[in-house]
C-alpha cells in the first residue's frame, strides 16, 4: 500500500508543490489538496498508517516533520515551528503524539473540541447483527 494507492499522484504533487516555502504550511489546506477530505474514514486511516513509519499507532513529533515525505518522497521537512504547530492542531489529549482518531480524520464540523464519531461499523453489519 502506497500514497498514491489511495490519492491522486496529481492531486499530491499540486498539494505539496503549494507549500514548498518554509513555515507556508498550512495542514487544514494540505489535506484538502491532496483529497483527504473526501476520503472514508478507512482510506484516512490507511494513509495514516502510511505516516506512522514505526508504526506505533501514533505519529510523533519526528515522524509529523516528515509527513509531507510520506507523501511525496522528494519533499522537504516541515520546520520545527511547522511540526509543532501541527502536533498542537492534532493532539487532542496533549500527550506529544497524534493518534489514528485525530486531525487526519475526514471529519470538519465537529463541534469545539468534542471530538469526531469515531468511525462506526457499516450499516449493513449493524441490521445484519441478530437481535440479542
Ligand atoms: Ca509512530
Redesign the pocket.
Known amino acids: 500500500m502506497s500514497m498514491t494507492d489511495l490519492l491522486h499522484a496529481e492531486d499530491i504533487k499540486k498539494a505539496v508543490g503549494a507549500f514548498t516555502a518554509a513555515e507556508s504550511f498550512d495542514h487544514k489546506k494540505f489535506f484538502q489538496m491532496v483529497g483527504l477530505k473526501k476520503k472514508s474514514p478507512d482510506d484516512v486511516k490507511k494513509v495514516f498508517h502510511i505516516l506512522?513509519?514505526?508504526?506505533?499507532?501514533?505519529?510523533?513529533e519526528e515522524?509529523l516533520g516528515f509527513i509531507l515525505k510520506g507523501f511525496l518522497p522528494d519533499a522537504r521537512d516541515l520546520t520545527t515551528k511547522e511540526t509543532k504547530t501541527l502536533l498542537a492542531a492534532g493532539d487532542k489529549d496533549g500527550d506529544g503524539?497524534i493518534g489514528a482518531d485525530a486531525e487526519l480524520k475526514s471529519c470538519n464540523n465537529s463541534p469545539e473540541n468534542s471530538g469526531c464519531p469515531s468511525p462506526s461499523i457499516p450499516k449493513a453489519n449493524i441490521s445484519m447483527t441478530p437481535v440479542q
Do not use: A, L, P, V
Request: aromatic share 10%.
Open positions: 506512522d513509519k514505526d508504526k506505533s499507532g501514533f505519529i510523533e515522524e503524539k
